[in-house]
Antibody, heavy 117, light 107 residues
Framework: QVQLQESGPGLVKPSGTLSLTCAVS?????????WIWVRQPPGKGLEWIGE???????NYNPSLKSRVTMSVDKSKNQFSLKLTSVTVADTAVYYC??????????WGQGTMVTVFS | DIQMTQSPSSLSASVGDRVTITCRAS??????LDWYQQKPGKAPKLLIY???SLQSGVPSRFTGSGSGTDFTLTISSLQPEDFATYYC?????????FGQGTKLEIK
């Protein structure tokens, strides 16, 4: 079955860059799906960060657009998130997910990223 | 951005109860509405997509309805494993947005 697994540093310094990767297993990333990033600050709700298609097309949340870059590595069957100029407000669990028929049907387990000096 | 408002924010119920959670969109989103269940320390799990379609493997006690701006998630007979937080999400237009969540607790 399709599985997603996030990886990346758990600690990032303020003003630094958060970099995460989502490895896709059980299916090719080259499908008709969009690949998603969502985050959840501790004790709070869910926020859609953005999405990427295997062609490299992206859509970002306007609230983060100036700081977000997503990319796809088809050779490794994975996609990535970079968030620059981070602050403590970016501390959250970051999830990757697959979009299927509009909904996010498969999720990674999530990875906690803490911004602190 | 389309705002999604859920009610109630929290709910206490007993095993066997029928419960309904409401989600309202700030503009019409047709049937582009999905429901998720999240348990502590876990990723959200898709329950309902396109307002009323049951995701594969999800028990039939979960039903979704609505279109336009008003939607509901109903659990017909609560089971112990259903106590969790529920989120609605619009997939009509980016930025996709979620409701604030409804925490379902044991009475």
């Amino acid at each position: 079955q399709v599985q997603l697994q996030e990886s990346g540093p758990g600690l990032v310094k303020p003003s630094g860059t958060l970099s995460l990767t989502c490895a896709v297993s059980g299916a090719s990333i080259i499908t008709s799906n969009w690949w998603i990033w969502v985050r959840q600050p501790p004790g709070k709700g869910l926020e859609w960060i953005g999405e990427i298609y295997h062609s490299g097309s992206t859509n970002y949340n306007p609230s983060l657009k100036s700081r977000v870059t997503m990319s796809v590595d088809k050779s490794k069957n994975q996609f990535s998130l970079k968030l620059t100029s981070v602050t403590v407000a970016d501390t959250a669990v970051y999830y990757c997910a697959r979009q299927e028929v509009g909904a996010f049907d498969i999720w990674g387990q999530g990875t906690m990223v803490t911004v602190f000096s | 951005d389309i705002q999604m408002t859920q009610s109630p924010s929290s709910l206490s119920a007993s095993v066997g109860d029928r419960v309904t959670i409401t989600c309202r969109a700030s503009q019409s989103i047709s049937s582009y509405l999905d429901w998720y269940q999240q348990k502590p320390g876990k990723a959200p799990k898709l329950l309902i997509y396109a307002a009323s379609s049951l995701q594969s493997g999800v028990p039939s006690r979960f039903t979704g309805s609505g279109s336009g701006t008003d939607f509901t998630l109903t659990i017909s007979s609560l089971q112990p494993e259903d106590f969790a937080t529920y989120y609605c999400q619009q997939s009509y237009s980016t930025p996709y947005t979620f409701g604030q969540g409804t925490k379902l607790e044991i009475k």
